[in-house]
């Protein structure tokens, strides 16, 4: 059942402190910056010289950060949407190594691309939430996610749990491609340990009932953010169209000047993601936006006071690492959607045209 609440949706996303416990349990020593994912012990991927996830909607969000996590430690990774990767035709040999990231492990079009990468010649690898699942099944190796099952058709918990078990396996990757450990292995384990309490933080003092309450009747809803966070832009775009049946879009924050610009209004609410890192920049991008009148509701933690001067709100964040920030504006920015979505009496659990599992390419 719902234990208590309105939605699966809401339910699950007040999981996301056990389901990040239970994907990290084992897995990662802070103290030692040891790693440790069952299947994969150090030396499994020595012959990998590229990676090249495949996903599709939320999966494939998480797909972008995990090749930002890869590539940033100096392993070649790119991500492809995977109903594109046949079209594309990215070359593919004996040490690529082909991630297919679904939460279900049912997607036809991801299903689709890993076997043809299999034909290709690749290694593939499933991530994914569901043992026994065709993904699991098909691929040469499978690292589960361990979010538990989710219910409600928005992918809420499950992306949570795929981004950490995503940096968990690039380090494994970077330290066995390249023979040595990420530049601050220790404070990263530190920051993906300390997630469950930092998600529990949010959950407990959110203010997005009241900010989704304030921009109801808006025209349009943009989500900006750069680097790590662009990736959490376009998730909290994709959430917030999904479930709220409100026009949303999700950008790069340096594209806003080359375009989409000419849509922002005193009408148009634009959510700023911040990090930590490159600040300053997206900043630059915010006024761009307030210039045109637009409300800016900033997430944030709290000690960037040039980000609260100049925002209208701001959700806050617990202040952690760059690259794991992420995951907690994501948290703010699900809470966004569900409420917006719940003020105007959408159906949360099953929105109109979607399912679960997506079994049709
Ligand atoms: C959005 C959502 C979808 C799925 C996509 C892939 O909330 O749930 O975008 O992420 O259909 O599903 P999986 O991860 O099962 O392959």
Do not use: W
Not at 164 to 180: I, K, M, N, Q, Y
Not at 212 to 226: C, K, L, P, Q, V
Not at 236 to 256: D, M, N, P, Q, T
Not at 282 to 288: A, C, D, M, S, Y
Request: proline share 4%.
């Amino acid at each position: 059942g719902k234990g208590g609440y309105d939605h699966y949706m809401l339910k699950e996303i007040h999981e996301q402190p056990a389901a990040l416990r239970q994907t990290l349990r084992g897995r990662a020593d802070p103290a030692t910056g040891d790693i440790d994912l069952e299947d994969f012990p150090a030396g499994t991927f020595a012959d990998v010289d590229r990676v090249q996830f495949v996903a599709c909607g939320t999966s494939y969000h998480a797909g972008l950060v995990g090749a930002q996590y890869l590539s940033a430690g100096g392993v070649p990774a790119q991500t492809f949407l995977a109903s594109e990767y046949a079209t594309g035709q990215p070359p593919v040999d004996d040490n690529t190594l082909v991630v297919g990231v679904t939460q279900s492990g049912e997607t036809a079009d991801t299903l689709s691309a890993l076997r043809q990468a299999n034909t290709s010649g690749a290694t593939t690898l499933a991530v994914t939430n569901v043992v026994g699942s065709t993904a699991a099944r098909e691929c040469d190796d499978a690292l589960f996610i361990r979010a538990g099952p989710e219910i409600g058709v928005a992918a809420t918990k499950t992306f949570s749990s795929q981004v950490v078990s995503l940096a968990l396996l690039a380090e494994r990757l970077v330290r066995d491609v390249t023979g040595t450990r990420t530049d601050d292995t220790r404070e990263r384990l530190g920051a993906l340990a300390d997630l469950p309490g930092h998600v529990q933080q949010i959950l407990d003092y959110s203010s997005a009932r009241r900010v989704a309450e304030e921009y109801r009747d808006s025209d349009a809803y943009f989500f900006i953010g750069r680097g790590s966070v662009r990736p959490v832009a376009l998730e909290g775009a994709l959430k917030f169209k999904e479930i709220s049946y409100e026009h949303a879009e999700g950008f790069a924050a340096g594209e806003l000047k080359h375009g989409p610009l000419a849509l922002v209004t005193s009408e148009t609410p634009v959510f700023a993601v911040f990090t930590g890192r490159n600040d300053e920049k997206t900043l630059g991008n915010v006024k761009e936006a307030e210039a045109r009148g637009a409300p800016v509701v900033a997430v944030a933690s709290d000690g960037q006071d040039a980000v609260h001067q100049y925002a209208d709100e701001v959700l806050t964040i617990p202040d952690t690492h760059p690259d794991v920030a992420g995951v907690l504006a994501n948290v703010q920015l699900q809470l966004v959607s569900y409420h917006a979505a719940d003020l105007l009496e959408r159906a949360i659990d099953k929105p109109r045209n979607l399912a679960k599992s997506v079994t049709v390419e």
